[in-house]
T-cell receptor, first 114, second 110 residues
Framework: DAGVTQSPTHLIKTRGQQVTLRCSPK?????VSWYQQALGQGPQFIFQ???????QRGNFPDRFSGHQFPNYSSELNVNALLLGDSALYLC?????????????FGEGSRLTVL | DAKTTQPNSMESNEEEPVHLPCNHS???????IHWYRQLPSQGPEYVIH???SNVNNRMASLAIAEDRKSSTLILHRATLRDAAVYYC???????????FGAGTRLAVHP
């Protein structure tokens, strides 16, 4: 039973560039959430996708966008990268009909913006 | 969202019990108390959760105060692998959205 997988694991970009991060949820899960974790801080909620639509969003600018595909996998896109976007980006999956607070996280994609 | 307060860091010796405290004085009646931990270079992982009664599972025990304004995550015999950041989170439903604080960084010494 595959868990949550994310790619790439590490990447380096320069200011102003765009980045796409990918996530495959745990088998059987239909909801994907994305979190940003700056160094030394707890993860911060970016947004959540269900049925290919953004269902709720945290306090992040429109430069952060996402997509969910029919197979439930998801992408996180960040445009016009800033130095402050350097962080670990975590994907978490869950089941829409089990609103229990139990999320399954991937190991994250570490983005460095130079 | 109701907030939690945890110590920034704690230390323990291997094979000793560890009690990780969490204060949540503004908890509401519908808030569940969740604990997650994040091992180095990994994403957070679910540890345990409870509402009013103490809870046990294979990873840990959760002791909840009678007034629910505080709780304690108990690791019965710490191992080196338990060195991680532990997050105490209140969750009352709502699309499985979790609000993380800074957590407690636990160091385990041989």
């Amino acid at each position: 039973d595959a868990g949550v997988t994310q790619s790439p694991t590490h990447l380096i970009k320069t200011r102003g560039q765009q980045v796409t991060l990918r996530c495959s949820p745990k088998s059987g899960h239909d909801t994907v959430s994305w979190y940003q974790q700056a160094l030394g801080q707890g993860p911060q909620f970016i947004f959540q996708y269900y049925e290919e639509e953004e269902r709720q969003r945290g306090n992040f600018p429109d430069r952060f966008s996402g997509h969910q595909f029919p197979n439930y996998s998801s992408e996180l896109n960040v445009n016009a990268l800033l130095l402050g976007d350097s962080a670990l980006y975590l994907c978490a999956s869950s089941l829409v009909d089990r609103d229990t607070g139990e999320l399954f996280f991937g190991e994250g994609s570490r983005l460095t913006v130079l | 969202d109701a907030k939690t307060t945890q110590p920034n860091s704690m230390e323990s010796n291997e094979e000793e019990p560890v009690h990780l405290p969490c204060n949540h004085s503004t908890i509401s009646g519908t808030d569940y108390i969740h604990w997650y931990r994040q091992l180095p270079s990994q994403g957070p992982e679910y540890v345990i959760h409870g509402l009013t009664s103490n809870v046990n599972n294979r990873m840990a025990s959760l002791a909840i105060a009678e007034d629910r304004k505080s709780s304690t995550l108990i690791l019965h015999r710490a191992t080196l692998r338990d060195a991680a950041v532990y997050y105490c989170i209140l969750f009352s439903g709502g699309y499985n959205k979790l609000i993380f604080g800074a957590g407690t960084r636990l160091a385990v010494h041989p």
